[in-house]
């Protein structure tokens, strides 16, 4: 069974950083796709970064761009997402998700961790 288990949220003010991490099991974690969505007030759940499993290319979002860093350690069957430079609207649920195809991360979700920035 494919398990992902966040980490890493909390409250901080804007300008400020937090990082994330997500530990998965019950697959090999280096032959899936791995990222980050999140959910903020008002919208769908949306794509904030994806590894892909193959050529190790890293796809962000527009809006996180220059701020988010998103990293693997497959020895440690982990991905973080390094947040600096939160903005207030970054405030949300944020998803770690993991999917077979190793172009996208869909498939397997966590169960999510809040994220709460301060204006």
């Known amino acids: 069974e494919v398990q992902l288990v966040e980490s890493g949220g909390g409250l901080v003010q804007a300008g400020g950083s937090l990082r994330l991490s997500c530990v998965a099991s019950?697959?090999?974690?280096?032959?899936?796709?791995i990222g980050w969505f999140r959910q903020v007030s008002g919208k769908d759940r949306e794509v904030v970064s994806c590894i892909r499993s193959v050529g190790a290319h890293t796809y962000y979002a527009d809006f996180v761009k220059d701020r988010f860093t998103t990293s693997r350690d497959n020895a440690k069957n982990t991905v973080y997402l390094q947040m600096d430079n939160l903005l207030p609207e970054d405030t949300g649920i944020y998803f770690c998700?993991?999917?077979?195809?190793?172009?996208?991360?869909?498939?397997?979700w966590g169960q999510g961790t809040q994220v709460t920035v301060s204006s």
């Open positions: 998700a993991a999917g077979k195809d190793p172009y996208y991360c869909l498939g397997y």
């Open positions: 019950g697959y090999t974690f280096a032959d899936y796709a």
